[in-house]
């Protein structure tokens, strides 16, 4: 069974800067692409930052130039680095993993960190 888990929310102010992890069970994260996605209230869910199963990244044109991507390879994580952040970035944060089971694509979720900004 593959768990998520993320880890790193908290309150801070406009222009400030967090660093989510996510680390899995079930699954290695090395060996497969992990995305990022967020949930602003009111909103729907929406996918913000990815990486490759290698080091790829990609990023929604919102949070581009502003949030990073990596891997802790020796520690399994995956890391969403947030600078410059604004109001409107607060949100519940996910991380996903979708892996093919069978002829079937799976996803996987973890539970959630809210990330707060204000002033």
């Known amino acids: 069974q593959v768990q998520l888990v993320e880890s790193g929310g908290g309150v801070v102010r406009p222009g400030g800067s967090l660093r989510l992890s996510c680390a899995a069970s079930?699954?290695?994260?090395?060996?497969?692409?992990v995305n990022w996605y967020r949930q602003r209230p009111g909103n729907e869910r929406e996918l913000v930052a990815s990486?490759?199963?290698?080091?790829?990244?990609s990023f929604s044109d919102s949070v581009k130039d502003r949030f990073a991507v990596s891997r802790d390879s020796v520690k399994r994580l995956v890391h969403l680095e947030m600078n410059s952040l604004k109001i409107e970035d607060t949100a519940v944060y996910y991380c996903?993993?979708?892996?093919?089971?069978?002829?079937?694509?799976?996803?996987?979720w973890g539970q959630g960190t809210q990330v707060t900004v204000s002033s």
């Open positions: 079930g699954i290695d994260l090395n060996s497969n692409a």
């Open positions: 990486i490759s199963s290698g080091t790829s990244t």
């Open positions: 996903n993993v979708q892996r093919w089971v069978g002829a079937q694509i799976v996803d996987s």
